[in-house]
Protein backbone atom coordinates (compact mmCIF):
# COMPACT_ATOMS: atom_id res chain seq x y z
CA UNK A 1 0.00 0.00 0.00
CA UNK A 2 1.07 3.43 -0.87
CA UNK A 3 2.32 5.04 2.11
CA UNK A 4 3.43 1.86 3.73
CA UNK A 5 7.25 2.42 5.20
CA UNK A 6 9.26 -1.64 5.33
CA UNK A 7 10.84 -2.09 8.77
CA UNK A 8 14.37 -0.70 8.94
CA UNK A 9 16.95 -3.49 9.99
CA UNK A 10 19.35 -0.80 11.06
CA UNK A 11 16.51 1.09 13.68
CA UNK A 12 12.71 1.72 14.58
CA UNK A 13 10.45 4.04 14.38
CA UNK A 14 9.12 5.85 17.58
CA UNK A 15 5.31 6.20 18.16
CA UNK A 16 6.13 10.00 16.77
CA UNK A 17 7.49 8.59 13.66
CA UNK A 18 10.70 9.46 14.36
CA UNK A 19 13.69 7.08 13.46
CA UNK A 20 16.05 6.03 16.44
CA UNK A 21 19.33 4.31 16.08
CA UNK A 22 20.93 1.90 18.10
CA UNK A 23 22.94 4.13 20.03
CA UNK A 24 19.70 6.53 20.90
CA UNK A 25 18.62 3.28 22.48
CA UNK A 26 21.62 2.52 24.72
CA UNK A 27 21.27 5.94 26.03
CA UNK A 28 17.90 5.62 26.98
CA UNK A 29 18.38 2.24 28.83
CA UNK A 30 21.22 4.34 30.75
CA UNK A 31 18.64 7.65 31.87
CA UNK A 32 15.98 4.61 33.01
CA UNK A 33 18.98 2.88 35.03
CA UNK A 34 19.73 5.85 36.42
CA UNK A 35 16.62 7.33 37.38
CA UNK A 36 15.52 3.68 38.85
CA UNK A 37 18.80 3.73 40.94
CA UNK A 38 17.68 7.56 42.28
CA UNK A 39 14.12 5.99 42.98
CA UNK A 40 15.53 3.10 45.00
CA UNK A 41 17.89 5.81 47.21
CA UNK A 42 14.90 7.90 47.60
CA UNK A 43 13.24 5.08 49.12
CA UNK A 44 15.77 4.72 51.37
CA UNK A 45 16.21 7.91 52.97
CA UNK A 46 13.10 8.41 55.18
CA UNK A 47 14.35 4.94 56.64
CA UNK A 48 17.68 6.21 57.39
CA UNK A 49 16.22 9.23 58.60
CA UNK A 50 13.77 7.41 61.05
CA UNK A 51 16.80 5.09 62.04
CA UNK A 52 18.64 8.77 62.65
CA UNK A 53 15.94 9.97 64.44
CA UNK A 54 15.29 6.99 66.77
CA UNK A 55 19.20 6.83 67.42
CA UNK A 56 19.04 10.60 68.63
CA UNK A 57 15.97 10.13 71.00
CA UNK A 58 17.15 7.16 72.37
CA UNK A 59 20.79 8.94 73.29
CA UNK A 60 18.60 11.44 74.27
CA UNK A 61 16.50 9.58 76.62
CA UNK A 62 19.42 7.52 78.32
CA UNK A 63 21.38 10.91 78.57
CA UNK A 64 18.09 12.66 80.78
CA UNK A 65 17.98 9.13 82.81
CA UNK A 66 21.75 9.44 83.49
CA UNK A 67 21.58 12.82 84.28
CA UNK A 68 18.25 12.74 86.25
CA UNK A 69 19.36 10.15 88.08
CA UNK A 70 22.33 12.26 89.31
CA UNK A 71 19.80 14.91 90.25
CA UNK A 72 21.12 14.82 93.65
CA UNK A 73 24.45 13.61 93.68
CA UNK A 74 27.19 16.53 94.22
CA UNK A 75 30.13 17.41 91.27
CA UNK A 76 33.65 16.24 91.93
CA UNK A 77 35.48 19.38 93.12
CA UNK A 78 32.57 21.14 95.15
CA UNK A 79 34.07 21.64 98.89
CA UNK A 80 31.68 23.09 101.64
CA UNK A 81 33.46 25.38 103.50
CA UNK A 82 36.82 23.18 102.44
CA UNK A 83 34.94 20.29 103.38
CA UNK A 84 35.44 17.89 100.32
CA UNK A 85 31.61 16.27 99.04
CA UNK A 86 32.05 15.68 95.77
CA UNK A 87 30.48 12.63 94.46
CA UNK A 88 27.95 12.55 97.38
CA UNK A 89 24.04 12.13 97.32
CA UNK A 90 22.77 14.68 99.51
CA UNK A 91 22.18 12.89 102.40
CA UNK A 92 25.80 11.33 102.60
CA UNK A 93 26.87 14.87 102.07
CA UNK A 94 25.09 16.05 105.10
CA UNK A 95 26.53 13.23 107.25
CA UNK A 96 29.93 14.31 106.60
CA UNK A 97 29.32 17.82 107.10
CA UNK A 98 28.22 16.89 110.57
CA UNK A 99 30.34 15.09 111.08
CA UNK A 100 34.04 16.82 110.14
CA UNK A 101 32.28 20.58 110.17
CA UNK A 102 29.53 20.71 112.70
CA UNK A 103 31.09 18.68 115.05
CA UNK A 104 34.14 20.86 115.64
CA UNK A 105 32.33 23.85 115.44
CA UNK A 106 30.23 22.67 118.60
CA UNK A 107 33.44 22.68 120.73
CA UNK A 108 33.62 25.93 122.72
CA UNK A 109 35.81 28.76 121.99
CA UNK A 110 38.46 29.80 124.82
CA UNK A 111 39.98 32.82 125.65
CA UNK A 112 43.39 33.28 127.39
CA UNK A 113 45.69 35.74 129.09
CA UNK A 114 48.07 34.25 131.13
CA UNK A 115 46.79 31.82 133.70
CA UNK A 116 43.51 33.42 133.36
CA UNK A 117 41.19 31.87 130.57
CA UNK A 118 37.00 31.95 129.92
CA UNK A 119 34.88 29.71 127.36
CA UNK A 120 32.28 30.32 125.27
CA UNK A 121 30.05 27.49 124.60
CA UNK A 122 28.05 26.93 121.02
CA UNK A 123 25.26 27.24 123.15
CA UNK A 124 26.06 30.13 124.94
CA UNK A 125 26.75 31.89 121.78
CA UNK A 126 23.50 30.72 119.89
CA UNK A 127 25.57 28.98 117.46
CA UNK A 128 23.71 27.72 114.15
CA UNK A 129 25.10 26.11 111.32
CA UNK A 130 22.48 26.09 108.69
CA UNK A 131 23.55 22.58 106.83
CA UNK A 132 20.51 21.98 104.31
CA UNK A 133 21.17 25.17 103.25
CA UNK A 134 24.67 24.53 102.50
CA UNK A 135 24.27 20.89 100.69
CA UNK A 136 21.45 22.59 98.49
CA UNK A 137 24.39 24.98 97.38
CA UNK A 138 26.21 22.91 96.38
CA UNK A 139 23.88 20.57 94.61
CA UNK A 140 22.39 23.37 92.51
CA UNK A 141 25.68 24.62 91.35
CA UNK A 142 26.42 21.05 90.19
CA UNK A 143 23.42 21.15 88.27
CA UNK A 144 25.03 24.42 86.71
CA UNK A 145 25.37 24.38 82.77
CA UNK A 146 23.16 22.33 80.25
CA UNK A 147 22.38 18.87 80.79
CA UNK A 148 24.96 17.38 77.66
CA UNK A 149 27.55 19.43 79.49
CA UNK A 150 26.81 17.73 82.93
CA UNK A 151 26.63 14.43 80.98
CA UNK A 152 29.90 14.81 79.53
CA UNK A 153 31.96 16.40 82.72
CA UNK A 154 30.43 13.35 84.78
CA UNK A 155 31.13 10.57 81.91
CA UNK A 156 34.81 12.02 81.60
CA UNK A 157 36.01 12.82 84.96
CA UNK A 158 35.27 16.66 85.04
CA UNK A 159 34.91 18.93 88.47
CA UNK A 160 33.09 21.89 89.45
CA UNK A 161 36.16 23.82 91.49
CA UNK A 162 33.41 26.06 93.93
CA UNK A 163 33.79 26.50 97.55
CA UNK A 164 30.47 27.10 99.34
CA UNK A 165 30.95 29.25 102.01
CA UNK A 166 29.96 28.80 105.72
CA UNK A 167 26.24 29.77 106.56
CA UNK A 168 26.25 30.00 109.94
CA UNK A 169 24.22 32.35 112.54
CA UNK A 170 25.33 33.44 115.87
CA UNK A 171 24.71 35.72 118.64
CA UNK A 172 26.96 39.17 118.56
CA UNK A 173 25.37 39.93 122.03
CA UNK A 174 27.32 36.87 123.70
CA UNK A 175 30.49 38.01 121.90
CA UNK A 176 30.41 41.55 123.03
CA UNK A 177 29.89 40.80 126.62
CA UNK A 178 32.75 37.77 126.60
CA UNK A 179 35.19 40.51 125.22
CA UNK A 180 34.03 43.37 127.81
CA UNK A 181 34.10 40.66 130.76
CA UNK A 182 37.85 39.72 129.47
CA UNK A 183 39.10 43.66 128.95
CA UNK A 184 37.49 44.10 132.64
CA UNK A 185 39.61 41.61 134.03
CA UNK A 186 43.28 41.89 131.95
CA UNK A 187 43.04 45.65 132.06
CA UNK A 188 45.05 47.43 134.34
CA UNK A 189 46.27 51.30 135.47
CA UNK A 190 50.56 51.31 135.43
CA UNK A 191 51.69 51.39 138.96
CA UNK A 192 54.68 53.86 139.36
CA UNK A 193 57.51 53.36 141.75
CA UNK A 194 57.61 54.09 144.97
CA UNK A 195 59.29 54.20 148.38
CA UNK A 196 57.70 52.31 151.28
CA UNK A 197 59.10 53.50 154.51
CA UNK A 198 59.30 51.10 157.83
CA UNK A 199 61.26 51.21 160.86
CA UNK A 200 63.85 49.18 159.53
CA UNK A 201 64.41 52.43 156.15
CA UNK A 202 63.10 53.43 153.21
CA UNK A 203 62.07 50.11 150.78
CA UNK A 204 61.80 50.48 147.18
CA UNK A 205 58.84 49.11 145.62
CA UNK A 206 59.23 48.67 142.15
CA UNK A 207 56.82 49.99 139.50
CA UNK A 208 54.13 47.91 137.39
CA UNK A 209 53.60 47.89 133.54
CA UNK A 210 49.87 48.75 132.64
CA UNK A 211 48.17 46.61 130.75
CA UNK A 212 45.18 47.46 128.24
CA UNK A 213 43.32 44.86 125.65
CA UNK A 214 42.55 46.26 122.43
CA UNK A 215 38.43 45.41 122.09
CA UNK A 216 37.96 45.60 118.84
CA UNK A 217 41.09 42.97 117.69
CA UNK A 218 40.20 40.80 120.62
CA UNK A 219 35.86 40.80 119.01
CA UNK A 220 37.42 39.32 115.66
CA UNK A 221 39.23 37.12 117.27
CA UNK A 222 36.55 35.36 119.01
CA UNK A 223 34.16 35.92 116.16
CA UNK A 224 36.58 34.16 113.34
CA UNK A 225 37.02 31.64 116.27
CA UNK A 226 34.22 30.56 116.65
CA UNK A 227 32.74 29.87 112.93
CA UNK A 228 36.00 27.89 112.10
CA UNK A 229 38.01 30.26 110.21
CA UNK A 230 41.15 29.58 112.61
CA UNK A 231 42.86 26.07 113.20
CA UNK A 232 42.45 26.57 116.88
CA UNK A 233 39.67 27.25 118.95
CA UNK A 234 41.41 29.11 121.61
CA UNK A 235 42.34 33.10 121.38
CA UNK A 236 45.20 34.80 122.80
CA UNK A 237 43.95 38.18 124.18
CA UNK A 238 45.76 40.74 122.33
CA UNK A 239 47.38 43.22 124.78
CA UNK A 240 49.48 46.28 124.89
CA UNK A 241 51.85 47.30 127.95
CA UNK A 242 51.74 51.04 129.42
CA UNK A 243 55.11 51.66 130.91
CA UNK A 244 54.41 53.46 134.37
CA UNK A 245 55.63 57.46 134.97
CA UNK A 246 57.89 56.52 137.16
CA UNK A 247 60.49 53.41 137.63
CA UNK A 248 62.94 52.76 140.42
CA UNK A 249 65.61 54.34 138.80
CA UNK A 250 64.12 57.54 139.10
CA UNK A 251 62.94 57.56 142.77
CA UNK A 252 66.48 58.62 143.98
CA UNK A 253 65.56 61.73 142.08
CA UNK A 254 61.95 61.98 142.66
CA UNK A 255 63.08 61.97 146.44
CA UNK A 256 65.87 64.43 147.43
CA UNK A 257 64.97 64.49 151.12
CA UNK A 258 62.74 62.15 153.32
CA UNK A 259 61.99 62.01 157.01
CA UNK A 260 61.23 59.11 158.75
CA UNK A 261 60.57 59.19 162.56
CA UNK A 262 60.32 56.59 165.01
CA UNK A 263 59.13 57.76 168.26
CA UNK A 264 59.46 54.22 170.14
CA UNK A 265 63.11 55.36 169.83
CA UNK A 266 62.89 59.14 169.53
CA UNK A 267 65.17 59.18 165.96
CA UNK A 268 64.65 61.22 162.95
CA UNK A 269 66.29 59.98 160.70
CA UNK A 270 67.20 61.61 157.51
CA UNK A 271 67.56 60.49 153.40
CA UNK A 272 69.05 62.08 151.37
CA UNK A 273 68.00 60.56 147.51
CA UNK A 274 67.28 57.95 149.36
CA UNK A 275 69.99 57.27 151.27
CA UNK A 276 70.41 58.04 155.34
CA UNK A 277 72.56 60.88 156.27
CA UNK A 278 71.81 61.54 159.39
CA UNK A 279 69.80 60.49 162.42
CA UNK A 280 69.04 63.15 165.50
CA UNK A 281 67.51 62.53 168.58
CA UNK A 282 64.02 64.06 169.27
CA UNK A 283 61.44 64.35 171.79
CA UNK A 284 58.03 63.05 171.08
CA UNK A 285 54.27 63.69 171.95
CA UNK A 286 53.03 63.15 175.43
CA UNK A 287 50.41 60.76 176.28
CA UNK A 288 47.14 61.71 175.42
CA UNK A 289 48.70 64.14 172.84
CA UNK A 290 50.65 61.70 170.98
CA UNK A 291 52.64 62.67 167.98
CA UNK A 292 50.19 61.67 164.83
CA UNK A 293 51.41 58.81 163.01
CA UNK A 294 51.64 58.42 159.09
CA UNK A 295 52.79 59.53 156.09
CA UNK A 296 52.92 63.20 156.16
CA UNK A 297 54.82 66.11 154.23
CA UNK A 298 56.29 69.59 155.63
CA UNK A 299 53.42 72.16 154.80
CA UNK A 300 55.19 75.12 154.99
CA UNK A 301 58.09 76.29 157.32
CA UNK A 302 59.25 79.44 158.71
CA UNK A 303 62.76 80.85 160.31
CA UNK A 304 62.11 82.33 164.50
CA UNK A 305 58.54 81.38 164.11
CA UNK A 306 55.78 83.25 166.36
CA UNK A 307 53.57 80.53 168.27
CA UNK A 308 50.10 80.18 167.03
CA UNK A 309 48.96 78.66 170.51
CA UNK A 310 46.20 76.09 169.48
CA UNK A 311 43.05 76.51 170.99
CA UNK A 312 43.11 73.82 173.37
CA UNK A 313 42.46 73.07 177.31
CA UNK A 314 45.94 72.10 178.23
CA UNK A 315 47.15 75.96 176.31
CA UNK A 316 45.02 77.43 179.25
CA UNK A 317 44.77 81.38 178.93
CA UNK A 318 47.38 81.08 176.11
CA UNK A 319 44.47 79.16 173.76
CA UNK A 320 44.44 81.14 170.88
CA UNK A 321 46.96 83.74 171.05
CA UNK A 322 49.99 84.78 169.06
CA UNK A 323 53.18 84.31 171.05
CA UNK A 324 56.02 86.37 169.01
CA UNK A 325 59.69 85.02 168.67
CA UNK A 326 61.71 85.91 171.98
CA UNK A 327 62.04 84.23 175.89
CA UNK A 328 58.37 83.08 176.03
CA UNK A 329 58.37 81.43 172.84
CA UNK A 330 59.10 77.72 172.89
CA UNK A 331 59.27 77.41 169.45
CA UNK A 332 63.03 78.17 168.71
CA UNK A 333 65.21 78.90 165.07
CA UNK A 334 63.21 76.92 162.89
CA UNK A 335 59.59 75.34 162.50
CA UNK A 336 58.40 73.14 159.74
CA UNK A 337 54.43 71.86 159.80
CA UNK A 338 53.30 69.24 159.16
CA UNK A 339 49.41 67.72 159.72
CA UNK A 340 47.92 71.05 160.04
CA UNK A 341 49.53 72.34 162.75
CA UNK A 342 51.80 70.01 164.14
CA UNK A 343 55.41 70.57 163.49
CA UNK A 344 59.20 70.25 163.86
CA UNK A 345 60.83 72.83 165.57
CA UNK A 346 63.56 73.81 168.11
CA UNK A 347 63.53 74.41 171.74
CA UNK A 348 65.37 76.30 174.70
CA UNK A 349 68.46 74.91 175.55
CA UNK A 350 66.94 74.29 179.06
CA UNK A 351 64.49 72.60 177.67
CA UNK A 352 67.41 69.44 176.39
CA UNK A 353 66.90 67.13 179.06
CA UNK A 354 63.60 66.18 177.34
CA UNK A 355 65.05 64.96 174.04
CA UNK A 356 64.34 61.45 174.06
CA UNK A 357 61.09 61.78 176.07
CA UNK A 358 57.45 61.37 175.55
CA UNK A 359 57.40 65.07 176.53
CA UNK A 360 55.47 67.45 173.85
CA UNK A 361 51.75 68.62 173.43
CA UNK A 362 52.55 66.77 169.72
CA UNK A 363 55.17 68.34 168.22
CA UNK A 364 58.78 67.26 167.73
CA UNK A 365 61.41 68.93 169.66
CA UNK A 366 64.62 69.00 168.17
CA UNK A 367 67.90 70.82 169.49
CA UNK A 368 68.75 74.21 168.52
CA UNK A 369 71.72 73.16 165.37
CA UNK A 370 70.00 69.97 164.77
CA UNK A 371 66.46 72.10 163.53
CA UNK A 372 68.60 74.72 161.73
CA UNK A 373 70.64 71.70 159.33
CA UNK A 374 67.42 69.27 159.65
CA UNK A 375 65.92 72.73 157.91
CA UNK A 376 68.64 73.79 155.42
CA UNK A 377 68.13 70.00 153.81
CA UNK A 378 64.11 69.73 153.89
CA UNK A 379 61.99 71.86 151.63
CA UNK A 380 58.37 72.21 151.66
CA UNK A 381 56.35 68.83 150.58
CA UNK A 382 59.78 66.60 151.95
CA UNK A 383 57.74 63.18 152.92
CA UNK A 384 57.77 62.95 156.93
CA UNK A 385 56.65 59.35 158.00
CA UNK A 386 55.80 58.88 161.67
CA UNK A 387 55.97 55.06 163.21
Same mark, same amino acid.
Given at each position: ?Q?????SP??YID???T?????????? /??????Y???????? &?????A?F?? #???????????? %??H?????? #??G??I?????GG?R????????Q????A?L???V????? +??K??? $??R????G?DT #???????VR???E /???? *??T????F???V? &??I??????????????T??????V???PR?AT?? =? $???G???????DG???S?TQ?????? &????G??AS?????P????K??V?T??????? =?? %????D??S?R?????H??????Y???V *????LE???????I???Q??? =????????????L?G?V? =???PA???KA?F?S???G????????G?? +???????S????R?????V??L? $??S?????V???
Open positions: MGDREPKGVTGLMGMSDEHEL /GNEMSAAARAARGA &RLPIIAGV #AVVLVAAGAMYL %YDGRRETI #AKVRDGVSVLEGAAREKIHELVNDRPTVRAG +SKWTL $SAEAGLI #ANMVAQAVSR /GSIV *GRVRDLGGSK &RNPLVVSYSHQAVRGLAKVRAATRADVQ =P $SASLNLVPGQRTVYLGAAID &RALVQTRTVIVTHYIPASFQLAARY =PA %YIVIRGFLRFYDLKLTRTEIA *GMEGTPAGLHKEWEVDP =PWYVPKKAWAGAATV =PPGDPLRMFDGAGIHGIDPEY +SSIGHDAHGCIMRIPDIDY $SKPVGTPYII
